[in-house]
């Protein structure tokens, strides 16, 4: 997986939002507007989400990594945002678990196959505590910036 994945203008830090469903309309209207998704993104990310939850309960906080099919995607992406504050965001795999997420990695893909590799880089990286520390830790969009990219796994 390439580190160009990340681009610093997707890097979001802070972003004030109440729920999910501000979170996706915000971040959705971010992607489209610099090219990175069709404006069908945002519906079938929000039905894919409400069929197949994606919040992971890591320590020491939840995250979440919402996706969608690649046809609705122009150019891969992982779009890194720290919210404000947590929302709720329903568990992977247990729809009846609901967790506090405030790390969200939506993720846009063009090829099919090129969400496996990705999501075990991602997955391997938010299970070292290090990578989540420095996470919680920034104090500023290029500092997450700079953790995010720093990802252990990624092909410059």
């Known amino acids: ?11 979001q830090f802070g972003l004030d939002v109440d729920d999910q469903e501000e979170f996706f309309d915000q971040v959705v209207a971010q992607l489209v507007e610099l090219g ?4 069908s993104f945002l519906e079938a990310l929000k039905a894919r989400e409400a069929e197949y939850p994606t919040a992971l309960p890591t320590q020491p906080e ?6 969608a099919d690649p046809e609705h995607v122009i150019r891969p992406f992982i779009a890194a945002v720290r919210l404000k504050n ?4 329903n568990e992977m795999g247990n729809n009846e678990s609901v967790l506090s997420v405030r790390f969200v990695f939506t993720l846009g893909f063009t090829r099919t196959d090129g ?8 997955l391997n990286n ?3 505590s290090r990578f989540m520390e420095a996470l919680a830790g920034a104090t500023s969009a290029d500092e ?7 990802m252990r796994g990624l092909e410059d």
């Open 144 to 150: 997450y910036y700079a953790s995010v990219h720093g």
């Open 115 to 122: 969400h496996v590799k990705l999501l075990q880089v991602l």
């Open 1 to 11: 997986m390439q580190r160009d994945l990340i681009q610093r203008e997707l890097v």
């Open 86 to 89: 947590p929302i709720e965001w």
């Open 36 to 39: 990175y998704a069709k404006p």
């Open 62 to 67: 939840a995250i979440a990594i919402p996706h």
């Open 126 to 128: 938010i299970q070292d």
